[in-house]
């Protein structure tokens, strides 16, 4: 199983990191150990600046490579929301020397994911989620607010790594990205239902 993470997919987002609009989707990778599910998220100690960002996540039903667009729909079936911490400062330190930056992003327990999944009956209608830091909403966002489609981020990445059964796709993270400390909660809310919550400990 593969997680697959898609950067800077909305407008703001990108503004918000004084980043270029990509030309075409940008992706990472974060292994297995990274998933964090249900309990609670202890701040890592390498860190001094984690920051938090509320993604839509796609499960990819079946096997595919070199997917054309206009079939891609036919790979997934449902979405759910999914955290990608990442540690800020070393983030930056890494850009700074022109080094990779995965230690930042792909460190375990730094994907955390809900376990409620709902259907994507009509691929064309707008899947809507929040995120609220300590009962304040701190970021919002719609999957029609995304430079890159589901369809066109799994037909882009198809075309270097072939997609299996199970694989998650991280498909981006809209403005209000921000610092969490540990006594935050974070609660991750999908068409308005409270998919994801956690502590930070």
């Known amino acids: 199983m593969k997680i697959i993470c898609i950067g800077r ?3 703001e987002h990108a ?22 599910r ?7 100690k390498f860190t001094k600046n984690l920051h938090y960002e509320c993604e839509i996540v796609l499960k990819i039903d079946k096997v595919g490579k070199n997917i ?11 979405c759910t929301l999914g955290l990608d911490f990442t540690a800020r400062d070393i983030q930056q ?14 460190f375990d327990q730094s994907a955390p994911l809900s376990k409620i999944w709902i259907p994507i009956k009509n691929k064309a209608e707008e899947i809507k989620f929040e995120l609220e830091k300590n009962g304040e909403i701190v970021q919002k966002g719609s999957s029609q607010s995304m430079i890159f489609t589901f369809d066109q981020i799994i037909a882009y990445v198809s075309k270097f790594i072939t997609l299996k059964k199970g694989d998650l796709i991280y498909t981006g993270t809209p403005s209000g990205v921000g610092e969490v400390k540990i006594g935050d909660n974070l609660k991750c809310l999908l068409m308005g239902e409270d998919v ?3 502590n930070i400990k």
């Open 196 to 198: 994801l919550n956690l």
């Open 38 to 44: 249900t309990r609670d998220f202890f701040y890592p």
């Open 68 to 78: 054309d667009e206009k079939f891609a729909h036919k790979y997934y079936s449902s």
């Open 15 to 36: 503004k918000e990191m004084n980043a270029p609009l990509p030309p075409a989707p940008i992706f990472f990778m974060k292994p297995e150990s990274a998933l964090l």
């Open 93 to 106: 330190n890494c850009k700074e020397k022109g080094l990779p930056w995965e230690i930042a992003k792909s």
């Open 9 to 11: 997919n909305y407008v």
